[in-house]
Nanobody
Framework: QVQLVESGGGLVQAGDSLRLSCAAS????????MAWFRQAPGKEREFVAA????????DYADSVKTRFTISRDDAKNTEYLQMNSLKPEDTALYYC??????????????????WGQGTQVTVSS
């Protein structure tokens, strides 16, 4: 089992940048596929980005593909989401997720077994 704790959220203006972090503890971090999801009020949780165990393969939602970058530092047991050119529609509670399953990455929330508590990102216009 792995425990996940997100940080780095906040209130920013449109066009600003933020970097979210997800610190993992418990089992070996490098054994897990990692991902970010988000959920805005009144909406379903949606996929943002995912990264393979090796860090070589990544996947992004079309809405963030040119603006967000997912990365991982296995030495620090931490996953990151660099968010640039933020828009008001990026406002949501951002969750990190982990899976020990044998796939490179997945955009499906059901593929992930472990979740953090979320960090709020609010982008004002």
């Amino acid at each position: 089992q792995v425990q996940l704790v997100e940080s780095g959220g906040g209130l920013v203006q449109a066009g600003d940048s933020l970097r979210l972090s997800c610190a993992a503890s418990g089992r070996t971090f490098s054994n897990y596929v990692m991902a970010w999801f988000r959920q805005a009020p009144g909406k379903e949780r949606e996929f943002v980005a995912a990264i393979s165990r090796s860090g070589v393969s990544t996947d992004y939602a079309d809405s963030v593909k040119t603006r967000f970058t997912i990365s991982r530092d296995d030495a620090k047991n931490t996953e990151y989401l660099q968010m640039n050119s933020l828009k008001p529609e990026d406002t949501a509670l951002y969750y990190c997720a982990a899976s020990p399953k044998p796939f490179y990455y997945s955009p499906s929330s059901g593929s992930y077994d472990y979740w953090g508590q979320g960090t709020q990102v609010t982008v004002s216009s």
